[in-house]
T-cell receptor
Framework: NAGVTQTPKFQVLKTGQSMTLQCAQDMNHEYMSWYRQDPGMGLRLIHYSVGAGITDQGEVPNGYNVSRSTTEDFPLRLLSAAPSQTSVYFC???????????FGQGTRLTVV | AQSVTQLGSHVSVSEGALVLLRCNYSSSVPPYLFWYVQYPNQGLQLLLKYTTGATLVKGINGFEAEFKKSETSFHLTKPSAHMSDAAEYFCAVTPEGGQGNLIFGKGTKLSVKP
C-alpha cells in the first residue's frame, strides 16, 4: 500500500518557468490538500479538494493552480515560478476532511 | 481566525528526561486536535489525535497528550526521552464544522542529549 506519493522529490526551476507537482493516493480518500513548509512558519494550506471536481483555496493560494479530475490525483501547478515559491511542498489526504491526514514525502522546490 | 501556538521553537532534553511540548489553540468551539512528528527530510506522521471522549490520549512511541478545554491546551508529553525522539513536532487543529483543513503551529524541534 503506497499511501500518498509525490513526484518529483527535488526540483530546481528558473524564475518564470512552469511545472506541475504530482500527488497520488491509493487509499480512496475524498479529501486532499497541498501545504507548503517554510522554516519557522509551520505548514500553510495552499489549496484543497473535498472530492473529484471540487477544489478551493487555502491560506496561501496565489501563484498556484489545482484540479481534481479523479479521486486519486491532485496535481499542483506553478504557472510562472517565483523565488518566493522556494519551499518544501507536501500533499496530504484523509478519508474525510477532519480525519487523520496522511502526508507524502514532500517535494523540495528551489526557484532561482 | 483559528490559530495554534507552540511555545518554544527548540526544546532540548537529556536522554531519559521528561519531554513536554506545549500547544495552545484559539477556538470558540472545541476542535479536533493532532500532534504530528517530522523526521529529517521526511513527511509528517501522526503521533496522536483527540476528537471526542477521553481527554488523555495515548499515541505511538510512548507519547501522550491531554486536552484541557478550560486552558485551550493540548500539551504533548513523554516520560522518558530517547535519542530516536529527536525530530520536529507539530500541533494542529481542525475546527469541527469548518472546512476541515489542518491549521498548524510553527513547530517545535526536539533535541535529545546523550
Amino acid at each position: 500500500n503506497a499511501g500518498v506519493t509525490q513526484t518529483p522529490k527535488f526540483q530546481v526551476l528558473k524564475t518564470g518557468q512552469s511545472m506541475t507537482l504530482q500527488c497520488a493516493q491509493d487509499m480512496n480518500h475524498e479529501y486532499m490538500s497541498w501545504y507548503r513548509q517554510d522554516p519557522g512558519m509551520g505548514l500553510r494550506l495552499i489549496h484543497y479538494s473535498v472530492g473529484a471536481g471540487i477544489t478551493d483555496q487555502g491560506e496561501v493560494p496565489n501563484g498556484y493552480n489545482v484540479s481534481r479530475s479523479t479521486t486519486e490525483d491532485f496535481p499542483l501547478r506553478l504557472l510562472s515560478a517565483a523565488p518566493s515559491q522556494t519551499s518544501v511542498y507536501f500533499c496530504a489526504s484523509s478519508y474525510v476532511k477532519w480525519h487523520e491526514a496522511f502526508f507524502g514525502q514532500g517535494t523540495r522546490l528551489t526557484v532561482v | 481566525a483559528q490559530s495554534v501556538t507552540q511555545l518554544g521553537s527548540h526544546v532540548s532534553v537529556s536522554e531519559g528526561a521528561l519531554v513536554l511540548l506545549r500547544c495552545n489553540y484559539s477556538s470558540s468551539v472545541p476542535p479536533y486536535l493532532f500532534w504530528y512528528v517530522q523526521y529529517p527530510n521526511q513527511g509528517l506522521q501522526l503521533l496522536l489525535k483527540y476528537t471526542t471522549g477521553a481527554t488523555l490520549v495515548k499515541g505511538i512511541n510512548g507519547f501522550e497528550a491531554e486536552f484541557k478545554k478550560s486552558e485551550t491546551s493540548f500539551h504533548l508529553t513523554k516520560p522518558s526521552a530517547h535519542m530516536s525522539d529527536a525530530a520536529e513536532y507539530f500541533c494542529a487543529v481542525t475546527p469541527e464544522g469548518g472546512q476541515g483543513n489542518l491549521i498548524f503551529g510553527k513547530g517545535t524541534k526536539l533535541s535529545v542529549k546523550p
